[in-house]
């Protein structure tokens, strides 16, 4: 079983760029899909980024593709969500997400642990 805490998040102004780290703990980090996925007011949770156990392959929701770079660290356990020229329709609950399946999924019902969120707010 894997644990997962999320942090970074803040308030900052259309434009800034923010750094989301989710740090794992128990389990066997570097065998998990990681995602993140993000939840706004009065929306579904959607997603926004994956990566592999070996940091090779990366996905991207449309929405965020160019602006925002997903990234490992397997031996810190950590997994970095990089978000640049922030829009306020990126506001939103951001939560990291473990899968052990081979490439994970863009399904938040496919994702058994799930960190506790990390409240991002972007100002216009």
């Known amino acids: 079983q894997v644990q997962l805490v999320e942090s970074g998040g803040g308030l900052v102004q259309a434009g800034d760029s923010l750094r989301l780290s989710c740090v794992a703990s128990g389990g066997s980090f570097s065998s998990y899909v990681i995602s993140w996925f993000r939840q706004g007011p009065g929306k579904e949770r959607e997603f926004v980024a994956r990566?592999?156990?070996?940091?090779?392959?990366?996905w991207y929701a449309d929405s965020v593709k160019g602006r925002f770079t997903i990234s490992r660290d397997n031996a810190k356990n950590t997994v970095t969500l990089q978000m640049n020229s922030l829009k306020p329709e990126d506001t939103a609950v951001y939560y990291c997400?473990?899968?052990?399946?081979?490439?994970?999924?863009?399904?938040?019902?496919?994702?058994?642990?799930w960190g506790q969120g990390t409240q991002v707010t972007v100002s216009s």
């Open positions: 997400a473990a899968s052990n399946s081979l490439f994970g999924s863009n399904d938040p019902g496919a994702y058994k642990y």
């Open positions: 990566i592999r156990g070996d940091g090779v392959s990366r």
